[in-house]
């Protein structure tokens, strides 16, 4: 490091000019994340310092963070539901799988999840060692029970699905899975990283969470939808001795065993995705989640008047397009099958979905044939 430091006017002159780098929110279009909440960021900066790793330090903040877990549960039909926050999805779906592996009594257990799971799940599956069997999907990108119930047999310790899927944003039939991991008495998980923060808030919206008998836990990730500062995640347990298999002895804190798998942890972005939750309300979420999935709506539509079709018509507010390139400055994203992936986050404002398209127009203007 520098032997003497710099001036404080330097070093912001130094750290402003590297963000100026980063692109601009205007025009991402492929993240799961977004420009957080103002009183998200505002209750951030109040808890900048907490630590929920020793929360006998912290009591207030741990209080929130237990407010943010009732709100979760509540929310997905099981007030009762206890979990804690994590860094993200990632977290959540390790710790889901150690619990699924520290609960079963298997000797090389393995654990069954579609073909379209994130791939936190591969690293949690080298963590755990857990054998991963991915299972095909439907012609409309879903998990299908069938699939799973040929996938599965007497080793397996977890079934996952997924509700809002990374790639396509589609909801596996939860109820179905659920049922078929229940039958045969196996742990099964919901990745709702994603759709969590937007299926309650949407009439008609497929079914995911605890109102279903099976669903054993959820991962959510107020970082995503929830317009927290990252990192929020949150994994709920519809048992407590679930959560409690991981638990470990810690003798010198102010707690005495802990089930987390981050030791310090951050009560500043707990405080902002409860912040978001409080301030919003039900109604306020769901205008936001309206407001994406008009959007999304949009952008399709738009990009199919220029002849892009969809690749299938999504759950919640991922859209998929045949590929196509993409003019600049736009940050666009694509799935493994090569499809175009455009995610309709709370920045990306009706006026954003207008520009894009016409920038997207203007740019095929001339080659209309070979487009279409
Ligand atoms: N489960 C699902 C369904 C997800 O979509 C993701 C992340 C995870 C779990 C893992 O969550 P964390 O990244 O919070 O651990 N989905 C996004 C993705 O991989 C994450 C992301 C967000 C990537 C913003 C890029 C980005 O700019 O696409």
């Known amino acids: 490091m520098r032997n003497k430091g710099v001036s404080e006017e330097e070093l912001f002159s130094f750290l402003i000019a590297r963000k100026q780098e980063d692109k601009d929110h205007q025009h991402i279009l492929s993240s799961m994340c977004t420009l957080p909440h103002p009183v998200a960021i505002r209750a ?7 630590n929920l790793g020793d929360p006998g330090l912290f009591p207030g903040t741990a209080s929130l963070e237990q407010l943010l877990i009732r709100r979760l549960g509540t929310l997905f039909h099981h007030p009762g539901a206890c979990g804690y926050a994590t860094t993200g999805g990632t977290e959540s779906n390790i710790q889901a799988l150690r619990i699924a592996k520290a609960t079963s009594d298997i000797s090389s257990p393995n654990v069954v999840i579609p073909e379209s799971a994130h791939f936190s799940f591969k690293k949690a599956c080298d963590m755990t060692g ?16 069938d699939l799973f119930l040929e996938a599965i047999d007497s080793n397996t310790c977890c079934m996952v699905g997924i509700a809002g899927t990374t790639e396509y944003g589609m909801v596996d039939p939860i109820r179905d899975l659920a049922a ?7 742990f099964f998980h919901v990745d709702a990283a994603f759709g969590g923060m937007v299926l309650p808030f949407l009439d008609g919206a497929p079914e995911f969470d605890f109102a279903i008998p099976g669903v ?3 991962a959510v990730d107020p970082h995503k939808m929830g317009m927290s500062t990252i990192p929020a995640g949150c994994l709920l347990l519809r048992n407590e001795k679930d959560l409690c298999s991981l638990s ?17 942890r951050p009560g500043g972005s707990v405080a902002g995705a409860l912040a978001v939750l409080e301030y919003l309300g039900y109604e306020g979420m769901a205008a936001v989640v309206r407001g994406c999935m008009g959007n999304t709506r949009r952008l399709i539509e738009g990009m199919e008047s220029f002849g892009i079709p969809r ?9 998929t397009f045949k590929a196509v390139t993409i003019p600049d400055p736009w940050q666009v994203s694509f799935t493994r099958n090569g499809h175009l992936r ?20 203007e740019h095929y203007a001339e080659t ?5």
């Open 311 to 319: 690749v299938v018509t999504p759950d919640v507010n991922v859209a």
């Open 44 to 50: 951030h900066s109040l808890f900048m310092e907490t």
């Open 368 to 372: 209309v044939d070979s487009f279409s």
């Open 130 to 145: 857990l054998e991963m069997r991915g299972v095909p999907l439907d012609n409309n990108f879903r998990a299908d029970p």
């Open 216 to 218: 054993q836990s959820i």
């Open 180 to 186: 078929l991991a229940r039958d045969h008495g196996i």
């Open 248 to 264: 470990v002895d810690t003798p010198y804190l102010t707690v005495k065993q802990e089930f987390t798998l981050s030791g310090t």
């Open 342 to 361: 455009i995610i309709c986050m709370p920045h990306v404002h009706a006026g954003m979905i207008e520009a894009f398209l016409q920038d997207i127009g």
